[in-house]
């Protein structure tokens, strides 16, 4: 992953502070490091669409800290008196913005699973626009990649990938039957599990656009903007979808009348031993299940609706199983 200075211009945080604490956090995470050149300023100030007397601000700010040192006629570089962040002062610098969220999602009514759902929504969002940035830069295969006039090393920021949270085919049959006293949720799943659809895409889906002909539904994303006029769905699924819809009201358009409830949500969760488990871990469970049985990435980052393949393997997908299945596809019995 390249490592990029990210304005965000409707925050509260003045322009040149964000520039100062970003720059701030890559030297001591060790992403510049002693002796690295940074731009001038007119080079920083160009590439990031802001007034030179704005950069000259943060240099001589970061200057008079420590964190950068100026030498006559060669330029600006980075300090040895920087320190490192040791992981508990990460947290803290997390733990601020993320508490001054969550009064306001307090103080809005914004229900915790819904704010959750908006964190991730986000992180996921930055993190495809990110590689797409990183792609369509021409990434070279090495280690580190040269930036802003060649004088500006990016390099890989290492850090640990969380794994990928999916239900195995025990833990979904323990859900689907938790969800048998309530017909709407269960269909809600079964939907999520068998098309990787968002939750708010099936909570938009309408009667009309259910094709029982042709075994598929036609689909917009809320979030994408993109559509699929004709995704398919497994028969035993429109087998269920039938069913569901025969016990509707005459006249009814949405699938759903009712919003998703997400106390009842919890409380599926906890009778099928899955507490904690997201709605969009089902996104992921689908993700990982059609790795699981051999569907290329392509066709996977299709039906999710992915921009880059990157996504579609690194935060969706689960591959725990395949390598296991990997292991055991080696001819080890035949060697013996």
């Given at each position: ?21 970003q ?62 962040i ?40 930055i ?29 890989e ?20 039957k ?54 398919p ?13 025969c ?44 790795a ?45």
């Amino acid at each position: 992953m390249t490592i990029f200075i990210r304005i965000e211009p409707s925050s509260s945080v003045p322009i040149y502070r964000q520039i100062i604490d970003q720059i701030k956090y890559q030297v001591a995470a060790g992403v510049l490091k002693e002796g690295d050149r940074v731009p001038s300023v007119r080079e920083l100030a160009s590439q990031l669409a802001v007034n030179q007397n704005t950069i000259l601000k943060v240099y001589n700010e970061l200057c008079r800290e420590n964190v950068l040192r100026v030498e006559r006629g060669e330029g600006t570089f980075v300090s040895s008196g920087k320190q490192n962040i040791l992981p508990q002062e990460r947290r803290d610098m997390v733990a601020g913005p993320l508490r001054t969220a969550a009064v306001l999602t307090i103080q809005l009514g914004v229900p915790i699973e819904q704010a959750s759902e908006l964190l991730q929504a986000e992180y996921d969002k930055i993190i495809s626009q990110r590689n797409k940035e990183h792609d369509e830069g021409g990434r070279e295969q090495g280690k580190e990649q040269r930036y802003l006039n060649g004088n500006f090393k990016l390099k890989e920021l290492k850090i640990e990938e969380r794994p990928v949270k999916s239900l195995n085919d025990i833990q979904v049959k323990q859900l689907l039957k938790a969800t048998e006293p309530y017909p709407n949720m269960k269909m809600r799943v079964l939907l999520a599990l068998a098309t990787g659809l968002r939750r708010g895409d099936i909570d938009s889906l309408k009667i009309s656009a259910i094709d029982f002909e042709k075994n598929c539904i036609c689909t917009t994303s809320k979030k994408t903007k993109k559509s699929m006029a004709s995704r398919p769905v497994s028969a035993e699924v429109m087998s269920e979808l039938s069913k569901y819809v025969c016990n509707l009201n005459d006249g009814q358009e949405k699938l759903f009348r009712t919003t998703f409830a997400y106390r009842k949500w919890r409380k599926i969760c906890k009778v099928a031993g899955l507490p904690g488990l997201k709605f969009h871990d089902l996104r992921r469970t689908f993700c990982s299940l059609l790795a699981q049985n051999g569907v290329s990435t392509a066709v996977t980052q299709r039906l999710l609706e992915h921009s880059s393949p990157n996504l579609t393997n690194k935060v969706y997908t689960n591959v725990d199983p395949v390598l296991r299945h990997a292991i055991e596809s080696l001819p080890v019995g035949d060697w013996l």
